[in-house]
Antibody, heavy 115, light 113 residues
Framework: EVQLVESGGGLVQPGSPLKLSCAASGFTFSSNWLNWIRQAPGKGLEWVASINPDGSSTYYPDTVKGRFVVSKDNAKNTGYLQMNNLRSEDTAMYYC????????WGQGTLVTVSS | DIVMTQSPFSLAVSEGEMVTINCKSS????????????LAWYQQKPGQSPKLLIYYASTRQSGVPDRFIGSGSGTDFTLTISDVQAEDLADYYCLQHYSSPYTFGAGTKLELK
């Protein structure tokens, strides 16, 4: 059974860093893209990062470029989202998802940025 | 950047009715290489993560009831739900994954009349 489990969310102050993890199982992690998507409370879905299977290429929207860094450790079957200089508008549920065509998403981890 | 314009914002329906949700992209999502449209539809119920319904614009994900039908090509896409059931009440989103930055539609809330 395919599973993606996010962790690392919590309450942080503006300007702080936070690192999210996405533990994968049930599929060949090293052969799959990994995506991160967020959803602010009561709002729609927003893509925030993608990384290719071997980790050599990463992609971000302008809203997080330069602040967020996506990575994956294929030996540990785990993906990461390092978030720096967090802002109140980064408050959201963060989901990791396997390549778009599979429909495998985690249950999400909540990040709250507030003083 | 590709802009996804999804409509309507909300829809009130009765069980058994048919509904259509539309998504229009600002650029074509059709790949000349494989003739596939890089457009997906998701369903999200409260407190749950999104569930993939349709990919490549018209291919139903395994286990999705056949009352969910995706259609369209290029820049205009439709999700049709025939014979709406109470369990279909949810938010629906389209996603273009043709090119980065990947973009979602704003969502459609399906409610009970």
């Amino acid at each position: 059974e395919v599973q993606l489990v996010e962790s690392g969310g919590g309450l942080v102050q503006p300007g702080s860093p936070l690192k999210l993890s996405c533990a994968a199982s049930g599929f060949t992690f090293s052969s799959n893209w990994l995506n991160w998507i967020r959803q602010a409370p009561g709002k729609g879905l927003e893509w925030v990062a993608s990384i290719n299977p071997d980790g050599s290429s990463t992609y971000y929207p302008d809203t997080v470029k330069g602040r967020f860094v996506v990575s994956k450790d294929n030996a540990k079957n785990t993906g990461y989202l390092q978030m720096n200089n967090l802002r109140s508008e980064d408050t959201a549920m963060y989901y990791c998802a396997r390549t778009w065509l599979t429909g495998n998403w985690g249950q999400g981890t909540l990040v709250t940025v507030s003083s | 950047d590709i802009v996804m314009t999804q409509s309507p914002f909300s829809l009130a329906v009765s069980e058994g009715e048919m509904v259509t949700i539309n998504c229009k992209s600002s650029q074509s999502l059709l790949s000349s290489g494989n003739q596939k449209n890089y457009l997906a539809w998701y369903q999200q119920k409260p407190g749950q993560s999104p569930k993939l319904l349709i990919y490549y614009a018209s291919t139903r994900q395994s286990g999705v009831p056949d009352r969910f039908i995706g259609s369209g090509s290029g820049t205009d896409f439709t999700l049709t739900i025939s014979d709406v059931q109470a369990e279909d009440l949810a938010d629906y989103y389209c996603l273009q994954h043709y090119s980065s930055p990947y973009t979602f539609g704003a969502g459609t809330k399906l409610e009970l009349k």
